[in-house]
């Protein structure tokens, strides 16, 4: 019989301590993220916000790594000011493209006019730090685009490529759309088919008929529809 054995992710690469006991803030943690499809890396989010920011965008985009906190850029602020930043994320796509974001909620950004700020951010990042830096907040994704994201990655830390290989066989040969429910039912793996359903969702091999959360009730049809 085989036996599983529990390899710990990898440490945070955060520069700063973010306090998992602050009562200003909700911290998260995860260990499900998989740099370059490797070992499991330890991710910390200073916010609810900051980790559906990090799921909604490895959920849409091809993200090979990304470092939370990492090390501060200094800066001359409009007073003319140096001053020092600690952006929350940095991520490196599959192409190689680096990509700095800073998360607030929106009202918190308008009101510290926070793109003001983070031009002057962007302005003296090095080359090899990052090439551009946004913003992100909770007006550029929907509630149900985050709650599937955040499924999407614990489903992403295990692979099973003969569960994947019997879904995308299923999806090929769909004619009419289907329940969620059905699909698996066909598939007939047990619950090693709904993980896998999820992900061809995202991979394109299925398609869902209308937005929102991911269900058993779901009509999908072959994504090459």
């Known amino acids: 019989m085989k036996t599983d054995i529990f390899v ?17 803030r909700t911290y998260v ?20 916000g900051e980790f559906d920011a990090f799921v909604t965008t490895s959920a849409i985009y091809s993200v090979a790594d990304m470092v939370e906190q990492p090390s501060s850029i200094e800066y001359v602020d409009a007073e003319g ?13 599959a192409d190689g493209t680096k990509v700095g974001a800073e998360v607030k909620p929106a009202a918190r950004a308008k009101a510290q006019n926070l793109e003001e700020q983070l031009s002057f951010v962007a302005a003296a990042m090095p080359p090899e730090f990052a090439e551009t830096l946004v913003l992100i907040t909770e007006e550029n994704y929907d509630q149900w685009e985050a709650l599937n994201a955040r499924r999407l990655l614990a489903y992403r830390r295990e692979d099973d490529p003969e569960a994947a290989s019997i879904i995308a066989g299923l999806a090929a040969e769909l004619e009419l759309p289907v329940k969620i429910r059905d699909l698996i039912a066909r598939a ?19 398609r869902p008929l209308e937005d929102g ?11 090459s529809k």
């Open 213 to 223: 959360i991911i269900d058993l009730e779901m009509l999908v049809e072959g994504g």
């Open 188 to 206: 007939a793996i047990g619950g090693r088919a709904w993980p896998e359903v999820f992900k061809a969702i995202y991979a394109g091999v299925l």
């Open 29 to 48: 943690e995860t260990g499900a993220f998989r740099p370059y499809g490797g070992a499991s890396q330890k991710v910390k989010f200073d916010s609810l």
């Open 81 to 93: 000011r140096s001053r020092h930043k600690v952006i929350d994320q940095v991520y490196i796509f």
């Open 8 to 24: 710990a992710p990898r440490a945070s690469r955060s520069t700063r301590n973010l306090s998992e006991r602050s009562r200003a």
